[in-house]
């Protein structure tokens, strides 16, 4: 067999089968399109910022560098877990507790010459516009919401009309939302498409369970635990700072846990489940991850050279029944807090307590801020910081609405996680 | 506190955390299905002509990748190909010091990198040398081959796989497009399919049995409670009570219809306390919004009853699978009771701990009297056929639990169209092709690249020739256009053609060679559809998937 195979160098290089790709009109592509030397070219001296070294950064570093980009670089502020090992294939056991963005970085210029890949350790929100400036496009593999929408509006803010080049294509991926087999790839051009602030209420948060049925009547395993690690730990361990990662602590919490669930009859609290429950794990594998950073990479690729169109805007995919996807284009709203210039409309009960208020907008789809201030034009209604100003305006916690607040008033709400200002306008129920 | 619980229980072992976030989609049963299985992925079966070396393979080798990372027990790669530059630009298994060398064995050696728990076996070899050994084929449990390969190679390995009831996928990954279809046994059932938590309650609310008519009558007037006692009733309790009441002022009959059903849940409504400082109550909330979803008569799925119905669950044999002699007992049961057995889970609602914990004893207990009913049945069906080994009580467990869920794919043969196409495929893709825009048409492009490979590859004279051949292209095209008509002569309208025209184009853009980043999305996928078959778990294709990359879309068509 071997005397019919073809020696190596026959063939003409490296870059072969994508080269072929961008050589030639497509279908598809736009008909001003001019293929060859030239796109070539842009494709190599884009600078690309891949933020995350996870589950999905690990591959689209990959893919990136194997698509014949050769100026990445990556951000995570995140090191090696033992965990990790079953999909994020750059580290290895050797690896755990070393920085992943590091290490992923090497490992892919390792592998493929001729790529720079340069790791920052750290959080995203280090670094400023200039610093973001220099990318051509960024692209997301996270799995926080609250990053995602701090990198969204930076980027929104960035964007400058009499500049073109400050428009920046952020492509976002993520298989977080929803268990295991599912996804979503979307693409934003940031003040021109439907941003991710936009899309906020696509992706509601988990309800979470009301503090009385865990302090009082737990029905469930997960109550039992939640018991345990808001409750017990507090009580007999408020001097330890709870680390999720510390082996004893969630030992603690579980036996706590299961004590508390044979007291009141209920079966079920496992090792497996305090930890899932302790620190909110969402399964992952592989194979999901490998389909969304494609995804992404794909969107990449296509606005670096035009060989293509990219995707308008979001498709989203879902593999327990066959395989599934559902490409459309999310809508840009006039109301959203970071790219539209209304404020967004907000049922609200008017003989609800500002307190209670402020703790339901953790949980309203719509908003999801975990430590909001806010006021209207006229007056602070709650304010954390500074702590004079927090002791003022506590005791607005306990009045209603309707005390503070006129039907259809606008208020601006401030959360420490984010830059900008929401706008809501409060309708009574 | 916690002292009276010994230090064993305190941490999961070193395998179970690194696999902790695919335990907890497929649990332990799904694992060890993964590590009792050794995946056979044929990457090129020889070169595709003199101008090319041969499938890139890229896609094959990913979707390892996506089985080595979650713990298959092994994999075999068979790739007669040496590593060449261009290999080294897609394939992120290979490295500078691979060139040269044989490409079955460099992959091999940096996939098995990846786990130390997984074996890895690499030949390079013909596959078709390799099947003269009656024992090569056996120690695997699923065959992937990469695409475009050899006709007379690929219908070798899907006959002998069917004869061996091993599930074969078939990928292509060519530029930015992307096709497989997957060959299962003639019958593939699944008991644990994993539907949406929601669609899987089953309350038996207009058919409770004595135990839970029991207790609701145990609850006595409601009236008289006091307010927290009113608030924290189940909802499932509510709801038993108020229907109760109904019947009696509706001639003994349970709301039927949409407009009954929202009377009854005004009904409902009027029933809750709003004199209290919360001004309603929360539990009468959870049994208002329920009504629509849960007060309904059993009624058996038809996907369910044409499993009752199939030869295999009516004939029993000492050699029937475990599947149709639990499916048969479970007829039965249905047969005798017109409902299937109680899955025995309860949603999470409004009540006081002893309550909920009450109640879920009431939905548990019954749950596992219908087991061993079921189990007796079984038993009895195993003394009859005379069968050696007992099945698991487990395994009737997880049956009953999932019965109004279980699913049995019917296996199809990898879809060709060629002369001898059966009448139903010609006719499905035919069907495909009438929606506008259809992906169908890159199926169609696929079908095409095969042939003209095939040709090359067997006809001595044209082995000098390219795959993008333009000769080679349009007589394939113009043959298999006239194959769809074979049995429907209506023409094929303009846009389809077009349609057909533009994915060729965009197949024939890449001459046959591989993106590493759709390779990498398709190498997801077809891992996808593997574990769902290998765990039998999850619902797998049936039976062939097509991916767009240049427009961000995905089809599946039953070929």
Not at chain 1, 250 to 260: G, M, Q, V
Not at chain 1, 317 to 342: H, I, R, S
Not at chain 2, 420 to 445: C, H, N, W, Y
Request: net charge negative; glycine share 6%; proline share 5%.
């Amino acid at each position: 067999m071997a005397t019919s195979v073809i020696s190596p160098s026959r063939n003409k290089g490296r870059w072969n089968h994508l080269h072929k790709v961008l050589s030639k009109p497509g279908p598809f592509s736009d008909k001003d399109w001019v293929p060859g030397q030239d796109t070539i070219s842009a494709l190599e001296s884009s600078k690309i910022l891949v933020i995350g070294a996870g589950g999905l950064g690990c591959e689209i570093l990959k893919n990136l560098a194997l698509s014949g980009f050769k100026d990445i670089h990556v951000i995570d502020m995140d090191t090696i877990d033992i965990s990790n090992l079953n999909r994020q294939f750059l580290f290895r056991q050797a690896d755990i507790g070393k920085p992943k963005a590091e290490v992923a970085a090497a490992f892919v210029e390792r592998r493929v010459k001729g790529v720079k890949i340069t790791p920052y350790v750290g959080k995203i929100q280090d670094k400023d516009e200039d610093y973001y400036m220099q990318f051509k496009i960024i692209i997301c593999g996270l799995d926080s919401i609250e990053a995602r929408r701090w990198i969204n509006s930076t980027l929104v803010g960035m964007v400058d009309l009499e500049n073109p080049e400050s428009l920046k294509p952020l492509i976002d991926g993520g298989t977080e939302v929803k268990l295991g087999f599912k996804g979503q790839a979307r693409v934003i051009l940031p003040t021109l498409s439907s941003c991710i602030e936009c899309q906020l209420d696509m992706h509601a948060p988990r309800p979470a369970v009301p503090l009385c049925t865990i302090a009082t009547i737990p029905r469930q395993p997960q109550h039992c635990i939640e018991w345990a690690h808001q409750i017990a730990w507090q009580e007999k361990r408020k001097d330890d700072t709870f680390d999720s990662d510390d082996m004893e602590h969630i030992s603690w919490i579980y036996n706590t846990a299961l004590e508390r669930s044979h007291q009141f009859h209920i079966h079920g609290v496992t090792f497996q489940m305090t930890q899932g429950v302790v620190k909110n794990i969402i399964p992952a594998i592989a194979s999901t991850n490998a389909v969304i950073a494609a995804s992404t990479t794909s969107e990449v690729l296509k606005i670096a050279t035009s060989c293509n169109p990219y995707l308008e805007n979001y498709m989203m995919y879902a593999g327990e029944e066959g395989v599934y996807t559902y490409t459309f284009e999310a809508e840009k709203k006039a109301d959203c807090p970071v790219c539209g210039n209304l404020a967004r409309n907000m049922n609200v009960d008017a003989n609800m307590t500002l307190g209670d208020f402020i703790d339901s907008l953790g949980e309203k789809a719509e908003a999801q801020l975990k430590k909001p201030s806010m006021r209207t034009e006229e007056k602070t209604l709650y304010q954390r910081f500074p702590p004079q100003l927090e002791e003022h305006t506590r005791p607005n916690l306990q009045l209603k609405l309707r005390e503070l607040v006129e039907d259809g008033q606008e208020i601006a709400v401030s959360d420490p996680a984010y830059t900008i200002d929401f706008r809501f306008r409060l309708h009574f129920k | 506190m916690t002292d009276s619980f010994p230090a064993a229980l305190s941490g999961p072992t070193s395998k179970e955390r690194k696999y902790d976030r695919q335990l907890r989609l497929w649990a332990a049963t799904g694992q060890q299905a993964l590590e009792d299985a050794r995946v056979l992925l044929v990457n090129s079966d020889g070169p595709l002509g003199s101008s090319s070396t041969g499938v890139v393979g890229a896609a094959g080798v990913e979707t390892l990748k996506n089985l080595v990372l979650p713990g298959i027990g092994g994999f075999t790669i068979v790739d007669q190909a040496i590593v060449t530059e261009a290999d080294l630009g897609v394939n992120f298994f290979l490295e500078e010091e691979s060139l040269g060398k044989s490409r079955a064995d460099e992959t091999c050696r940096l996939l098995r990198e990846l786990n130390p728990d997984v074996q890895g076996y690499s030949y390079s070899k013909s596959i078709t040398d390799l099947l003269t050994d009656p024992n090569f084929l056996p120690r695997h449990k699923l065959v992937i081959i990469s695409g475009p390969t050899k006709r007379s190679t690929l219908d070798l390995l899907s006959q002998k796989a069917q004869e061996l009831e091993i599930p074969v996928l078939y990928i292509h990954s060519v530029g930015f497009c992307v096709t497989f279809s997957l060959q299962l046994p003639a019958e593939f059932p699944i008991v644990e399919t994993h539907p949406d938590p929601e669609s899987t309650q089953d309350l038996r609310l207009l058919n409770p049995w004595p135990e839970l008519t029991a207790a609701v009558s145990s609850l006595g007037d409601l009236e008289s409670m006091d307010d927290h006692q009113h608030g924290h009733i189940p909802y499932i309790f509510l709801l038993l009570r108020f229907l109760e009441q109904w019947k009696q002022s509706h001639g003994g009959k349970a709301p039927e219809n949409y407009k009954e059903k929202t009377e009854f849940r005004e009904f409902v409504h009027s029933k809750a306390r709003t004199s209290n400082p919360e001004g309603g109550e929360e539990n009468f909330d959870e049994a208002v919004a329920a009504v629509l979803k849960t007060v309904s008569p059993f009624s058996l799925r038809g996907s369910i009853r044409d499993i009752f119905e199939m030869p295999q669950c009516q004939q029993l044999s000492a050699g029937s699978a475990d599947f149709w002699v639990i499916a048969s007992a479970i007829r039965t049961f249905y047969n005798a009771h017109g409902v299937l057995p109680l899955p025995g889970s309860l949603p999470d609602m409004k009540a006081q701990s002893a309550d909920y914990v009450a109640l879920q004893n009431i939905y548990k207990s019954k749950a596992r009297k219908d087991v061993e009913e079921v189990t007796a049945t079984i038993r009895q069906l195993e003394t009859t056929l005379g069968r050696a080994t007992a099945i698991l009580e487990r395994e009737v467990e997880v049956f009953c639990k999932n019965a109004a869920h279980i699913k049995v794919v019917r296996g199809r043969q990898i879809p060709q169209i060629r002369s001898d196409s059966d009448a139903a495929l010609l006719k499905s893709v035919r069907s495909g092709l009438q929606m506008p825009e259809s992906l169908t048409s890159i199926f169609i492009a696929c079908q095409i690249l095969d042939a003209v490979v095939d040709e090359i590859q067997s006809t001595p004279a044209l082995n000098e020739r390219s795959v993008d051949d333009e000769g080679l292209w349009m007589a394939h095209k113009e043959r298999i256009l006239a194959l769809l008509l074979r049995d429907d002569s209506t023409p094929i309208d303009e846009d389809t053609l077009e349609n057909i025209d533009n994915a060729i184009q965009e197949v024939r853009r890449a001459e046959g060679g591989e993106l590493h980043n759709i390779s990498s999305l398709a190498g997801g996928l077809v891992a996808q559809e593997s574990l769902k078959v290998l765990t039998r778990q999850y619902v797998p294709l049936d039976n062939t998937c097509v991916f767009d990359g240049a427009r961000s879309r995905s089809e599946m068509y039953r070929l």
